[in-house]
C-alpha cells in the first residue's frame, strides 16, 4: 500500500515538473488577419518625421511609419521607401538644436542649423506670396506624410503649388501642380495602412493663439475623413488611424506661463499686479469679438513668446507717455501669442468632435484605433513609464517632444509606433512586435 502511495506521489511530481503550463510574452510574428504587403502612411508632419521645427533626414529615418515598417516586415510587410533628404542635403528644411542652457536662468539656449540644407529655389504664387522650393524627391515612395497639411485640403488641387513639403513629391513644379493629395496616395495599389491626417486642422488655429488660422468647419471634417476612409477602404483594404491629440496639453502652450511671466516682472517691479491679454470675450464661433483684461492661468502663452517684449514702452495714441508692453489694458500682449480661455475652449469642442468622427468612421470600416488624445492626455497628467525609462509632457526634460514643443523626439515617435502596433494586433489579431524605445534618443544635449 505504501509502495503504490509512493508511485502515485512519483509520477504526480513528474507531471508536476515536467507538464508545468507554457506563457509565452512573446509569442511568434504573425499577420493575423492583415495584409502588409504594401503598407503607406498618411499624414502631416507627424507622420513624416518632422521635430524640433524642421524636417531633416535624421528626423525622417526615426518617424513613426518607419518604425512601424521595420516590425511589419516581421510578418510580411514590403519595402517602405520614404522620400529622404540626401546626406548632402540631410539637414533638410533646417531645424533647431540645443547649444546649452543659460547659467543665471537656465533658460535653453537654442540655435538654427542653416547648412546642408535641401532647397533648390523660390517661386511666387498670385495671391498667395513666396513659396521656398524644396529639393525634388522622385524615387518609390510609402511615408506619404506632407507636413503642414489638414484634412482641408485633401482635395484641394493647388495645394501640390503652395507647400513645399507636398511640392517635392510631385513630378511637376509650382505652379502647374494640379494633383490632389487625395489622388497622389491612392494613385499605387496598396494594401494595408496608417492615417494621422486632422491634426492640423486643429494646431493651425491654436499655434497661432487663434489669430492666423481657423478650425475646420465640423460638417466639412465629417465629410472629408467619410472620403477619405471610404477612398483607402475602397478596395478591401484594412489599416489603423489615429484621433487628434488635446492641443493644449503640449509644452508649446504649457512651458511659458503666466505666472512665470508675471513672477519675473514682480522681481523688478512689486507693483505689477497682471498680465493683460487681448482675449476673444466669448467661445462662441460666431462671435469674435476681442478686449483686454487681466490674463488667467486659463490663457495659455506660445513657447515662440517673446518675453523680453513684456515692460517694453509702447507709444498709445492719446496718452502722453510711453505705456509698458502688456502691464496695461492699453497695451495687453498681442492676441498671437496667447491660446486664451475661450480660444481653448472652442478648440477642445472642435477636436472632440473631430475624434468623434474619427472613431465612428473607423468602426464602420472595422478600423484599428490609437486613440492618441487619451493617450497624451494620459501622460500629461500622469507620466509614462516604458522599459524603465520615464517620461512626461514637460519641455526638453520630459523625454517625448522635441524642441519645438508641438512634434515628437525620435522615442516619443518608438512609443507612438508601439501604440499603433498595439492597436493593430488588437484588431486584427496580428502579433507583430514591438520595438524597445530605448534604442531611440531623446533630446540631444550639447
Keep these: 500500500m505504501k509502495t503504490k502511495n509512493y508511485l502515485y506521489i512519483l509520477v504526480a511530481s513528474i507531471c508536476i515538473a515536467g507538464c508545468k503550463p507554457s506563457f509565452n510574452s512573446n509569442p511568434a510574428p504573425s499577420r493575423g488577419s492583415a495584409d502588409f504587403t504594401r503598407y503607406i502612411a498618411v499624414g502631416n508632419s507627424l507622420t513624416a518625421g518632422y521635430a524640433d521645427g524642421g524636417l531633416y533626414r535624421?528626423?525622417?529615418?526615426?518617424?513613426?511609419?518607419?518604425?512601424?515598417?521595420?516590425?511589419?516586415?516581421?510578418?510580411?510587410?514590403?519595402?517602405?521607401?520614404?522620400?529622404?533628404?540626401?546626406?548632402?542635403?540631410?539637414?533638410?528644411?533646417?531645424?533647431?538644436?540645443?547649444?546649452?542652457?543659460?547659467?543665471?536662468?537656465?533658460?535653453?539656449?537654442?540655435?538654427?542649423?542653416?547648412?546642408?540644407?535641401?532647397?533648390?529655389?523660390?517661386?511666387?504664387?498670385?495671391?498667395?506670396?513666396?513659396?521656398?522650393?524644396?529639393?525634388?524627391?522622385?524615387?518609390?515612395?510609402?511615408?506619404?506624410?506632407?507636413?503642414?497639411?489638414?484634412?482641408?485640403?485633401?482635395?484641394?488641387?493647388?495645394?501640390?503649388?503652395?507647400?513645399?513639403?507636398?511640392?517635392?513629391?510631385?513630378?511637376?513644379?509650382?505652379?502647374?501642380?494640379?494633383?490632389?493629395?487625395?489622388?497622389?496616395?491612392?494613385?499605387?495599389?496598396?494594401?494595408?495602412?496608417?492615417?494621422?491626417?486632422?491634426?492640423?486642422?486643429?494646431?493651425?488655429?491654436?499655434?497661432?493663439?487663434?489669430?492666423?488660422?481657423?478650425?475646420?468647419?465640423?460638417?466639412?471634417?465629417?465629410?472629408?475623413?467619410?472620403?477619405?476612409?471610404?477612398?483607402?477602404?475602397?478596395?478591401?483594404?484594412?489599416?489603423?488611424?489615429?484621433?487628434?491629440?488635446?492641443?493644449?496639453?503640449?509644452?508649446?502652450?504649457?512651458?511659458?506661463?503666466?505666472?512665470?511671466?508675471?513672477?519675473?516682472?514682480?522681481?523688478?517691479?512689486?507693483?505689477?499686479?497682471?498680465?493683460?491679454?487681448?482675449?476673444?470675450?466669448?467661445?462662441?464661433?460666431?462671435?469674435?469679438?476681442?478686449?483686454?483684461?487681466?490674463?488667467?492661468?486659463?490663457?495659455?502663452?506660445?513657447l515662440t513668446f517673446p518675453t523680453t517684449k513684456i515692460g517694453q514702452p509702447v507709444t498709445v495714441p492719446g496718452i502722453p507717455v510711453p505705456v509698458p508692453y502688456g502691464l496695461t489694458p492699453y497695451t495687453p500682449i498681442d492676441d498671437q501669442y496667447v491660446l486664451d480661455a475661450n480660444e481653448v475652449a472652442l478648440t477642445k469642442d472642435y477636436v472632440s468632435s473631430y475624434n468623434s468622427t474619427i472613431k465612428s468612421v473607423a468602426a464602420a470600416k472595422g478600423l484599428a484605433v490609437f486613440d492618441a488624445y487619451t493617450f497624451l492626455s494620459n501622460i500629461k497628467t500622469s507620466g509614462l513609464v516604458v522599459n524603465g525609462i520615464s517620461f512626461n509632457s514637460n519641455f526638453i526634460s520630459g523625454g517625448l517632444f522635441s524642441l519645438d514643443g508641438v512634434h515628437l523626439t525620435p522615442r516619443g515617435y518608438s512609443i507612438v509606433a508601439n501604440e499603433f502596433i498595439k492597436a493593430i494586433n488588437s484588431q486584427y489579431s496580428s502579433s507583430i512586435p514591438i520595438v524597445n524605445v530605448g534604442n531611440y534618443n531623446g533630446i540631444v544635449f550639447p
Design 58 to 302: 535624421a528626423g525622417q529615418l526615426v518617424s513613426y511609419p518607419s518604425i512601424i515598417a521595420q516590425q511589419l516586415q516581421t510578418v510580411g510587410g514590403g519595402v517602405f521607401n520614404q522620400p529622404l533628404f540626401t546626406t548632402d542635403q540631410a539637414n533638410g528644411s533646417g531645424y533647431v538644436k540645443l547649444s546649452g542652457f543659460d547659467p543665471a536662468t537656465g533658460s535653453p539656449i537654442t540655435s538654427q542649423v542653416t547648412t546642408s540644407l535641401g532647397y533648390r529655389g523660390a517661386v511666387t504664387i498670385p495671391g498667395f506670396g513666396t513659396v521656398n522650393l524644396l529639393t525634388k524627391y522622385t524615387d518609390d515612395i510609402e511615408n506619404y506624410g506632407v507636413p503642414g497639411i489638414k484634412l482641408l485640403h485633401l482635395t484641394y488641387a493647388p495645394y501640390g503649388n503652395l507647400n513645399p513639403f507636398f511640392e517635392r513629391l510631385l513630378p511637376g513644379a509650382s505652379p502647374t501642380n494640379s494633383t490632389t493629395y487625395l489622388s497622389f496616395i491612392t494613385a499605387k495599389p496598396f494594401t494595408f495602412f496608417t492615417n494621422w491626417l486632422g491634426n492640423n486642422d486643429a494646431l493651425g488655429y491654436a499655434t497661432s493663439g487663434g489669430a492666423g488660422d481657423v478650425l475646420t468647419d465640423k460638417g466639412t471634417f465629417g465629410q472629408l475623413y467619410n472620403l477619405l476612409i471610404g477612398t483607402l477602404t475602397a478596395n478591401g483594404q484594412k489599416g489603423a488611424v489615429a484621433t487628434i491629440p488635446d492641443v493644449t496639453t503640449i509644452p508649446y502652450f504649457t512651458t511659458v506661463t503666466v505666472g512665470a511671466i508675471l513672477g519675473g516682472v514682480q522681481k523688478a517691479n512689486p507693483a505689477a499686479k497682471a498680465l493683460y491679454i487681448n482675449a476673444r470675450t466669448s467661445a462662441d464661433p460666431a462671435d469674435n469679438t476681442h478686449a483686454a483684461r487681466p490674463a488667467t492661468a486659463s490663457d495659455l502663452i506660445v
